[in-house]
């Protein structure tokens, strides 16, 4: 089974978008995370039947079965949870808030290394919350 990863981020219309660089031109659009999941979905089904058109057979990724992992970009994530803070997450984690705000509205790019520092930090304020009850 192919799983592809599709990428979550707030897009410029101030809506949802979606894509994935492990299938050409798969894009979703939406209002809400919701609808940009279903609309990438459908654009994936459309992609598969087009491929079969121009080949006679279905794409590798759909002949074997396909999953979708979602992850977010900052920027996407900051918008799915908008009651987090930018600024104070970064403190939290150990980041230049200033940079985490660009992060966030997508002025600058995060690159693979900050990614992964940022996630582990991420984890790690996971672990820590999962002991809290109330």
């Known amino acids: 089974m192919k799983k592809i990863k599709a990428i979550i981020e707030k897009a410029n219309d101030g809506g949802i978008s979606i894509y994935s660089e492990d299938v050409s031109g798969a894009y979703g659009f939406g209002l809400?995370?919701?609808?940009?999941?279903?609309?990438?979905?459908?654009?994936?089904?459309?992609?598969?039947?087009?491929?079969?058109?121009?080949?006679?057979?279905?794409?590798?990724?759909?002949k074997s079965g396909y999953s979708v992992e979602y992850v977010y970009d900052l920027s996407g994530f900051f918008e799915a949870f908008p009651f987090i803070n930018a600024s104070k997450f970064a403190k939290e984690i150990g980041i230049n808030e200033s940079v985490m705000r660009k992060y966030k509205g997508k002025i600058v790019t995060v690159s693979e290394k900050k990614k992964t520092l940022i996630q582990s930090r991420y984890d790690e304020i996971l672990k820590r919350m999962a002991l809290v009850k109330f």
């Open 32 to 62: 809400t995370e919701q609808e940009a999941k279903d609309d990438f979905v459908s654009v994936l089904e459309e992609q598969a039947e087009y491929y079969k058109e121009r080949h006679g057979e279905f794409p590798s990724w759909y």
